[in-house]
Nanobody, 118 residues
């Protein structure tokens, strides 16, 4: 059974920073692309950032220059370093990954709350 578990969310003041983690566990053959999504209250889930297995990254315009996605393939873990946080970044953040175990399946984590408020 494969699981994705996010951690690192919390309450932070505008302009502050947080680092989210997403750890994959279970019977994993290969982890492909991984990504972060977020869902604010009353809004649809939106894509935040993606990183390929080779380390190539891409970002939504709303977070470009403020967020950095990374991964440690040896630890099956992905990170999202968030800086210069704004109130509009408040949302539940979800991690997503394509994992072969042995067939390729799209997995989601349970989400972690990020609240940016003074």
């Amino acid at each position: 059974q494969v699981q994705l578990v996010e951690s690192g969310g919390g309450l932070v003041q505008p302009g502050g920073s947080l680092r989210l983690s997403c750890a994959a566990s279970g019977s994993i053959f290969i982890i492909g692309a991984m990504g972060w999504y977020r869902q604010a209250p009353g809004k649809q889930r939106e894509w935040v950032a993606t990183i390929t297995s080779g380390g190539r990254s891409d970002y939504a315009d709303s977070v470009k220059g403020r967020f950095t996605i990374s991964r440690d393939n040896a630890k099956n873990t992905m990170y999202l370093q968030m800086s210069s946080l704004k109130p509009e970044d408040t949302a539940v953040y979800y991690c997503n990954a394509g994992i072969r175990s042995p067939i390729m399946v799209d997995y989601w984590g349970q989400g972690t709350q990020v609240t940016v408020s003074s």
